[in-house]
């Protein structure tokens, strides 16, 4: 079972092994680097010496013939660089001329020789061979006697830069962990109360406390998802209470009419005339509608799903939607206008098609007043037909404009219910609409109509 834990402390303990990785490397790889390049540069030095020294003696023995004339250099030469310590020239027999020792001022004035040495160099020192070679024929040969590269002013400064460089990387270890420790609280804590907003929201609680921010796109975009996820689930919870209230209250009069005409005429009360017993069947036929309202949302789900596609004229769709609906306006006193473009094709399936605008027609006529106006437009634009029906009645106001295409969302309960319905219609269109791959869209104000704008591919009409 693996241990759970928490953002901030995992995103610690990962910026943590990054930084103690990265400052065990880098500081281990320059330390070799620079060890390698010094030693290399020592070394390339030394040899330069060794040959300029070779060509001193060589000099000085063709100037003479012999090696007597370096009998009168000093033992304590100041050719000698460091980190030579001493110098024997031997003659083409291997017979020792003479040693030369590299003698430091503070060892002069002190009356220090070679004996005097720490012992450490004298068991340290490297040596290193070199003939003395003149028109090719070998007269002399050097042996060098040098401190090693640890014992050289570059291994001292090596040393001194490496334990320089180990206390910066203590000091910057101890500042990533102050940094990780920061970065992960500004990381961590919209996230953090991201979540604990997602619990307060598993909880029921949709309220938002106070506004949570982060400059962070990625955590914005997470924190405006948790809030509007709040705020939808705030409003279909609203939704559906205001369901249950609207299907409580439209099953409880009839059933309460048709219970209270029974009880009457069991009871003697009421004779069974036909005029009584029509009465309560109508009450028996606002349930039978009722019912079948709610299962007109099965259309909402199953939208999507069962599209029979076909090539038709949108045009005679539109026409027969209008036809239908002709007389209903008449009776009701409003005029419907339609301007409708001429043998357009498309790859619809013509039945939904013509539910959803028979829906938006409806709704229309619901909410227009006797002496109003429904235009219907329908043109072809590229690839695409528009719909739109435009009424002039009592319109949608801001607050609501925003849930008008949710299950259930009535504008205004009162008239909803005096006019039917259960606010399912404009729900069924986006269905409709949505599965077809189409847009819909409308603009509204209150007391100034409504205009709904339907916009759905025609495909490949070929």
């Known amino acids: 079972m693996s241990v759970k834990r928490s953002l901030r402390t995992q995103l610690i303990f990962q910026y943590m092994v990054i930084v103690i990785v990265c400052m065990l490397i880098i500081p281990t790889a320059i330390s070799e680097l620079l060890d390698m390049q010094f030693r290399n540069f020592a070394s390339e030095r030394l040899r330069e010496n060794e040959s300029e020294i070779a060509e001193l003696f060589a000099a000085l023995y063709v100037q003479s013939g012999s090696w007597d004339i370096c009998a009168l250099l000093p033992m304590d030469a100041d050719f000698l660089r460091w980190p030579m310590v001493t110098v024997q020239l031997t003659d083409e027999d291997g017979g020792e001329v003479r040693t030369y020792s590299r003698m430091s001022k503070r060892e002069k004035r002190r009356g220090k020789s070679k004996e005097n040495e720490p012992e450490i160099l004298k068991e340290e020192l490297i040596v290193s061979n070199r003939d003395i070679l003149i028109d090719g024929r070998r007269v002399g040969g050097l042996r060098f006697l040098c401190v090693p590269f640890n014992f050289s002013p570059e291994g001292a400064f090596l040393r001194k830069f490496n334990r320089i460089m180990y206390y910066a990387v203590a000091f910057m270890l101890v500042t990533a962990g102050a940094i990780a420790f920061f970065m992960a609280f500004r990381i961590s804590r919209p996230v953090l109360n991201a979540a604990k907003r997602a619990q307060q929201i598993s909880r029921g609680n949709y309220q938002i406390e106070d506004k949570m921010e982060s400059d962070i796109t990625e955590l914005s975009i997470l924190i405006d998802s948790v809030d509007r996820l709040g705020s939808t689930l705030e409003a279909q919870e609203k939704l559906r209470r205001r369901l249950l209230s609207d299907v409580a209250h439209e099953l409880r009069n009839p059933v309460t009419i048709i219970k209270s005409h029974l009880e009457a005429i069991e009871d003697g009360v009421w004779q069974p005339t036909p005029e009584r017993i029509r009465l309560t069947v109508s009450e028996v036929d606002r349930l039978s509608q009722l019912i079948k309202e709610v299962e007109r949302l099965t259309s909402i ?92 009645g009592i319109g949608i106001s801001d607050k609501d404009l925003p849930y008008i295409f949710e299950r259930f969302y009535r504008t205004d309960v009162s008239r909803a219910r005096a006019s039917g319905g259960l606010g399912i219609g404009l729900a069924i269109v986006k269905a409709i609409i949505d599965a077809h791959g189409g847009t819909i869209s409308v603009k509204s104000k209150a007391g100034e109509g409504s205009r709904f704008t339907l916009k759905v591919p025609r495909k490949d009409i070929e």
Do not use: C, W
């Open 301 to 392: 789900e199953s939208a999507g799903h069962a599209l029979a596609l076909e090539k038709v004229d949108v045009s005679q769709i539109i026409e027969k939607a209008a036809l239908v609906f002709d007389p209903l306006y008449k009776n009701k006193g409003v005029t419907l206008k339609r301007e409708v473009e001429v043998d357009v094709a498309a790859v619809v399936d013509a039945g939904k098609i013509r539910q959803a605008i028979e829906n938006l027609l409806s709704n229309a006529l619901r909410y227009t007043d006797a002496g109003g106006e429904v235009s219907v437009t329908m043109k072809k634009e590229g690839g695409d037909f528009t719909v739109e029906v435009q009424d002039s």
